[in-house]
């Protein structure tokens, strides 16, 4: 298995586990579950590879992907009642599966020989699209777009931090799992110790005299 399918595989299970979990939040039936296990395995890998042209589609040539994001979406329906807080498992898992998916992104683009802009997009995209649209159908707020915590660019940042690893001749594995570790650990650090980003405040005009 190659380290691509690897990180795929891995993004899929990890992701698959955080959308059951919305799931049951939502409280939803084993069909429900398995759909936004599914929806949340495959979004992002799917958009990235529709944009790359990839043919067929990672899942639809490999349909063992599904068959893991379903049997994930099975186990938490039956043990999701045992944890203590869901919540928190949730937020802990999706760090873990936006780094690997990040990782997963970039290392495709790159193996394709993509422009630094469209590797860093194509992994930002991998990493994050799954989640949103996991959120937005359950009606959460979405972790991505949550105010006060980095995501998007913990994503940006892994991305970026591969682009350059490679360009200075970092064999590929390396240059991935840098891109996961600079990713995760920023994530980790607004989770525990409030990293943030300036926010937006809008200020009232400025009256003239």
């Known amino acids: 298995m190659s380290l691509l399918a690897l990180l795929d595989y891995a993004s899929v299970l990890v992701f698959a586990l955080t959308g059951a979990l919305v799931a049951s939040r939502a409280q939803l039936d084993l069909v429900g579950f398995a759909f936004v296990a599914c929806l949340t395995a495959v979004g992002g890998g799917t958009m990235r590879d529709l944009l790359l042209g990839r043919d067929p ?7 063992a992907y599904i068959l893991i994001a379903s049997g994930a ?12 807080s869901r919540y928190r498992l949730l937020i ?3 760090s873990f599966a936006l780094s690997i998916a990040v990782a997963a992104g970039t290392g495709v683009a790159l193996a394709q020989g993509q422009p630094p802009v469209i590797v860093v997009l194509m992994g930002m ?3 994050c699209l799954g989640g949103l649209m996991r959120d937005v159908v359950c009606n959460e707020v979405p972790l991505v777009l949550k105010q006060g915590e980095l995501y998007v660019s913990c994503a940006l940042a892994g991305a970026v931090a591969a682009v350059i690893a490679a360009g200075l001749g970092l064999a590929t594995l390396p240059a991935l799992g840098l891109c996961a570790l600079v990713c995760w650990g920023l994530r980790a650090g607004s989770l525990v110790f409030g990293w943030r980003l300036p926010v937006y405040k809008s200020r009232p ?5």
């Open 57 to 63: 589609v990672f899942w639809v040539g490999q349909p």
């Open 73 to 84: 979406a099975a186990l938490v329906f039956f043990t999701a009642h045992l944890v203590e």
């Open 92 to 94: 802990w898992l999706d």
């Open 125 to 127: 995209m991998t990493g």
């Open 205 to 209: 005009p400025r009256t003239r005299g």
